[in-house]
């Protein structure tokens, strides 16, 4: 954990003129899309249905990227928090430009320990939001079960949990087919595991991940969701929405932006899956959260 705090610590920030000349600039703001129908679908609900009122906790939530997704979405208190000081100041920087939304920043490891109070008097919270990061609560079953914990207790009955990781299916399948079973790359990205995948270990399959000025090399962990399926039941989660990036843009009219990515970014986007559970006791899935 050490080191990838250290990691997201050190990754430069980056200059408007950087972002716009990046060449995963397609693949980022599809990602960016992908997250932007999420958290409209299961915290904004559709049309008229506004999330006001609607408290959002956004576990290890980097430089602070999806508050004006949120915004727009009608949220109205926003907690956010990540274990990088770095990413800490710069999401409180971006929020300054929030007009209607109430955000307030914590630093705090958030997989391996418990919320502090300062989180949890804020709540308990109609949605938990963990994109591109629970993968590094799947180093070993004690920090997976923390993070559950975590999200479980800081959600009301009916709340949603939902996120974006790495699609260990496609990962796995796409792992088959190379030499050595261990390593994916392109001109773009890396990813590549010390050893084989052991898929009878559910945790601690770590691979180190690189996409061209985004993350360098840094380790992750294979999430295999069935296992975490099983687990988040025990945290009264359960599984209500599960699909490849892929499948999910197909839903959701984004296949004109996918036909735009380069060759390159196209073998990257299917590595991710977004998924959403819901807090029991059991609310129907089409209930908006609207309060
Ligand atoms: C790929 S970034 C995603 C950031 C943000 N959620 C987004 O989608 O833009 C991963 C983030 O997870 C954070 N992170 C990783 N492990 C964490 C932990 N145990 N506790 C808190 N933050 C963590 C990193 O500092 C980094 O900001």
Redesign the pocket.
Known sequence: ?AF??EH?DCVARETRDERRKSRVIRLRQLNNMVKQCLLSELIGGAGDHKASNIKVLDL????G??IFKLEGLGVRKYVG????PE?IKEAEERARALRSMAAKFVEH????SSLPQDVTAEGPYDACSC???IH?AACDEATARTALENISASLKPGGLFVGTTVDSRVVLEKLKRVAGNTELSNSVYKLALKQPVKEELVFGNEYNFALEGVVNDCPEYLVFFDAWEKLAREYGLKLVMHANFKEFAWKHRLGRKMGELTGAEKEVFPLYCVFAFEKLPYMSRNKKLKR
């Open positions: 954990m990838i705090k997201y290890a939530c980097g430089r990227g999806d928090v990540d274990f990088s990413r490891d958030c997989f391996s994109q591109l990061a590094y």
